[in-house]
């Protein structure tokens, strides 16, 4: 057992460092494609509230990972680890090529990959991975409608009415100092979604008493990702889909917040990619349509919706090459 532990600890970290990397644009992207925050500073700011989020608002969907579609009575120890390695995989894959994917939809994907060729249908909690499935279309479609909404109230009842430009100015800059709240709040709600992506099937696998450690440094992984790897993702979520300054940046990343928070207090794995996606999105659409960038989102869209049968069939594959040799 001691050489599984380490095993999963060294998996757990490499999971937190790929998946903090691909998600810490979702909490700070805005604020560096409006200039808000410089990428340096945006990157220490995520990793600080990221790190908070991740020990102390993380229990209720770490519990939906880890033990909501498979039971950990069931689950194996080599399943935890094929399930969390066989998403990191993917999402080291989606890095490097710098395209914002949902960990969420690779580690449940996985999950269910391990579980059709391990232990079956009739041993996993299909009601709660309806729940899941449900929660990954609706999270994005609520935060194209709530960015949209937020932005075009704020377009038009307050920016449209402000004629002089120098004040107009002090306002965006009012708001930028917004924006980098909302982003900490973001970065908070994003590490609950990421610690549980890391670290969930092995928590339940090992235990809680066990799991506290390894929670403790999928936190530090976390940490790691954002600042040597978290640059790549953040320019595409900030820069690449639309042009964004500190009032759209804010509206967006504040809706996108608002969206996630509401779904993991509720446990659910949503993808914090997708929502801020869905909401810039819809902040671009509040302008017209020819200040969104398609090309940029159907990429986008393409990886999300080819990261569940990826994740599938890679765990399902080590699985039985494991099982084979062992």
């Known amino acids: 057992m001691e050489w599984l532990l380490i095993v999963g600890v060294l998996i757990s970290v490499y999971m937190a460092f790929n998946i903090a990397a691909n998600d810490i644009g979702n909490s700070v992207g805005t604020a560096v494609g409006s200039g808000s925050l410089t990428m340096r500073h945006a990157l220490i700011l995520g990793a600080i509230f990221e790190f908070i989020g991740a020990l102390y608002f993380g229990n209720n969907v770490i519990k939906t990972v880890g033990s909501g579609i498979i039971s950990p009575d069931v689950l194996q120890s080599t399943g935890a680890f094929i399930i969390t390695l066989a998403a990191a995989l993917w999402i080291t894959f989606t890095i490097i090529r710098r395209i914002p994917i949902s960990g969420s939809d690779a580690i449940i994907s996985a999950v269910v990959g391990y579980g059709l060729v391990s232990v079956g ?28 909404g937020f932005y075009y109230l704020l377009r038009n009842a307050v920016l449209k009415q402000i004629k002089d430009i120098a004040l107009k100015g002090r306002v965006e800059k009012i708001l930028s100092y917004f924006q980098i709240g909302s982003s900490a709040f973001s970065a908070l709600n994003v590490g609950a979604i990421d610690i549980a992506v890391a670290t969930g099937v092995l928590y339940y696998t090992f235990g809680t008493t066990t799991g506290i450690d390894i929670k403790l440094i999928g936190a530090v992984g976390i940490v790691l990702g954002i600042l040597i790897a978290g640059g790549r993702i953040t320019g595409t979520v900030g820069r690449r889909i639309t042009d964004l300054i500190p009032s759209r940046g804010f509206s967006a990343q504040l809706s996108a917040a608002a969206v996630v928070f509401i779904f993991a207090t509720l446990g659910m794995p949503v993808s914090p990619t997708q929502t801020l996606v869905g909401t810039v999105i819809g902040v671009g659409l509040a302008r017209g349509t020819s200040s969104v960038k398609f090309d940029v989102i159907k990429n986008i869209a393409t990886t999300w919706v080819v990261t569940i049968p990826a994740c599938i069939a890679i765990s399902a594959s080590l699985y039985l090459v494991i099982s084979y040799f062992i």
Do not use: H, K
């Open 121 to 148: 249908l009739s041993n996993m909690n299909l009601y709660v991975l309806g729940l899941v499935l449900v929660s990954w279309i609706l999270s994005p479609l609520i935060g194209l409608a709530t960015g949209f």
